[in-house]
């Protein structure tokens, strides 16, 4: 017998459950769990099967709860990163620092002076209130901000380059992710592509035979997703100013990720940072806000106010604008390199990549001590591992770290990980040689208990 739909809206844990929910949620789940019933019962065929139906009102109620609370759910979802990479692409890129969390809620839950000029009482521009941070930091005569560091180029070479030429080195033609391409947006722009030199050598020479009247700009792409090994030459972009104020043609330098610290004093590999482009005379840089930076997500361009200045007045502009919690999210972050130190304990993205292994292993063995007092029916230890620092930055850097390995003895790797996958936490870790792995250096120490609850779950 199926329960009537009143009847189960009259259970004190749906009144309960409509309380916090909308009524028609509630009241679409249960009448698609009666019909979901009503169709099992018409594809009985045997007395046995007859026997086995059952659906007693506890289930409904149970299945109600969870069916409201999947639909209700938001599809953006916190997950748990124990993978290892630190900028993960498909798990959000950079994380926002704790420490700045009040201002963004502030920004988004109360009226701001975004386009108000406080000083003047009249309308002012929003763009102003990152302008005087970058240009501090990178020393750049003007900025503007953009929604990412595809459009940030799109923008720059409509506005120097339209209707001319753009020469750019074979070797730096990338892709990046998403299948978005250097040639494509160049395309896109109204700019003319020009290749010059081989996939893995590009002489100045080939720079300067391609110039001709119709050349606008030299571009150099820093190829932060890959790097060509071997029997390699590129040209640096100092070389490329010299050559383009030889003929009178700008330099735009794109560096993809864009870095503020130079992060080899920590052990890493020199990346050329934003400081350094500036100083060595590029005329534009662009780079985004979400990689190595460790902000929000948005394309920075810095460089010379004449060039700058005109892309402002691009119609294009308006179409590639940042949002108010896109430039409080950044500034607030922005003003944590005018101390180098607070920089690396407070922005996630640093404080990861930089991470000692005294800290993994501490971190390592807390996690392991309270795996361990679950007795799993599983092999559990801590192991040697690679972390990378991802999102197309330093595509060779790997990090020494800490990992949980887990073999569970009766259930499929494989298994595990779907479960812990599909678990209210969402974990999303790494499967190699019949082995779970769980990196420290993503996992945040309050996700612990986490990790810990659900792993006792997917045994059970």
Avoid at 303 to 315: D, L, P, T, V
Avoid at 347 to 369: G, Q
Wanted: glycine letters at 6%.
């Amino acid at each position: 017998m199926l329960p009537p739909v009143d009847e189960v809206l009259s259970q004190k844990e749906i009144e309960n459950l409509i309380e916090i929910y909308p009524r028609s949620i509630v009241l679409e789940s249960i009448r698609n769990i009666i019909n979901k019933n009503r169709q099992a019962i018409v594809n009985i065929k045997t007395e046995e099967e007859c026997e086995k139906f059952s659906l007693t009102m506890e289930k409904v109620i149970e299945e109600t709860i969870k069916n409201v609370k999947d639909e209700y759910a938001l599809s953006l979802k916190k997950v748990i990163n124990a993978t290892g990479t630190v900028i993960h692409t498909n798990l959000g890129r950079s994380l926002i620092s704790e420490k700045i969390k009040d201002e963004i809620w502030t920004a988004a839950s109360r009226y701001s002076n975004l386009e108000y000029d406080l000083e003047k009482g009249e309308r002012g521009s929003r763009y102003v209130h990152l302008t005087d941070m970058i240009k501090r930091l990178t020393g750049a005569e003007d900025v503007l901000v953009v929604n990412n560091n595809a459009a940030a180029v799109m923008l720059v070479l409509s506005t120097m380059a339209k209707g001319g030429e753009a020469i750019v080195s074979r070797g730096e033609l990338v892709e990046v992710g998403g299948s978005f391409r250097i040639p494509s947006i160049m395309e896109l722009s109204g700019a003319d592509l020009v290749e010059v030199g081989a996939t893995n050598k590009t002489h100045l020479k080939d720079y300067e035979n391609a110039i001709t009247e119709e050349t606008k700009v030299l571009m150099k792409v820093h190829t932060s997703n890959y790097r060509i090994m071997g029997f390699t030459e590129s040209i640096s972009v100092g070389e490329l100013v010299k050559l383009g104020k030889k003929h009178n043609l700008p330099v735009i330098e794109d560096l993809g990720s864009g870095v503020f610290i130079d992060l080899s004093k920590y052990g890493l590999d020199y990346e050329p940072t934003v400081l350094d482009s500036v100083k060595r005379g590029a005329d534009i840089v662009t780079f985004s806000g979400d990689k190595m930076l460790g902000g929000a997500q948005a394309g920075i361009i810095v460089g010379k106010k004449e060039y700058i200045s005109a892309m402002k007045k691009n119609q294009m502009t308006r179409a590639l604008r940042v949002d108010k919690l896109t430039i409080c999210a950044l500034e607030a972050t922005l003003r944590m390199y005018l101390d180098e130190k607070n920089a690396i304990e407070n922005i996630p993205t640093l404080k990861m990549i930089t991470m000692s292994m005294e800290e993994l292993e501490r971190k390592a063995n807390s996690l392991y001590t309270e795996i361990e007092k679950l007795n799993l029916d599983a092999e559990i230890h801590i192991e040697d591992c690679l972390s990378q620092v991802g999102g197309g930055s330093m595509p060779l850097e790997t990090m020494k770290s800490k990992a949980i390995a887990i073999t569970p003895q009766n259930m499929n790797v494989s298994r595990l990980e779907r479960k812990l996958r599909l678990s209210d936490s969402h974990i999303i870790a790494r499967v190699y040689d019949d082995k779970y792995i769980l990196d420290v250096r993503t996992i945040f120490e309050d996700e612990f208990k986490d990790v810990v609850d659900e792993l006792k779950k997917a045994f059970v």
